[in-house]
């Protein structure tokens, strides 16, 4: 008579533990195909990504394009006072400006 609510108990965790077992069995199949697509997830970049890039890199070129034009200014200036040093250092400046400009693209003024 003691084994009876022993054997109950075995069952009720039979089937209890079927639904448990079912779902492992499904979480080891799915997962190199979870696994798979998170890579691929991680190995692509989206588009609004990559725009979001290449604004940041633009305007880094921008900035970086303002920061020569003031220098070339002030280098300009100086070399119309009379430093040689300074008109070789416009020179160089200008160079570099001439350099970066094509990277950026020509916006018409409205």
């Given at each position: 008579?003691?084994?009876?609510?022993?054997?109950?108990?075995?069952?009720?965790a039979?089937?209890?533990?079927?639904?448990?077992?079912a779902?492992?069995?499904?979480?080891?199949?799915?997962?190199?195909?979870?696994?798979?697509?998170?890579?691929?997830?991680?190995?692509?970049?989206?588009?609004?990504?990559?725009?979001?890039?290449?604004?940041?890199?633009?305007?880094?070129?921008?900035?970086?394009?303002?920061?020569?034009?003031?220098?070339?200014?002030?280098?300009?200036?100086?070399?119309?006072?009379?430093?040689?040093?300074?008109?070789?250092?416009?020179?160089?400046?200008?160079?570099?400006?001439?350099?970066?400009?094509?990277?950026?693209?020509?916006?018409?003024?409205?």
């Open positions: 008579m003691t084994r009876a609510p022993s054997l109950l108990l075995l069952g009720l039979a089937i209890a533990l079927q639904g448990c077992i779902k492992t069995a499904l979480d080891i199949a799915t997962a190199p195909i979870k696994v798979g697509s998170k890579a691929v997830d991680l190995a692509t970049t989206s588009q609004s990504e990559a725009d979001e890039k290449r604004g940041r890199e633009l305007r880094k070129r921008e900035e970086e394009l303002g920061k020569l034009e003031r220098r070339y200014r002030d280098q300009r200036e100086d070399c119309e006072d009379g430093s040689r040093k300074a008109c070789e250092k416009a020179r160089e400046t200008y160079e570099e400006i001439e350099r970066l400009r094509p990277t950026i693209p020509y916006e018409p003024d409205d």
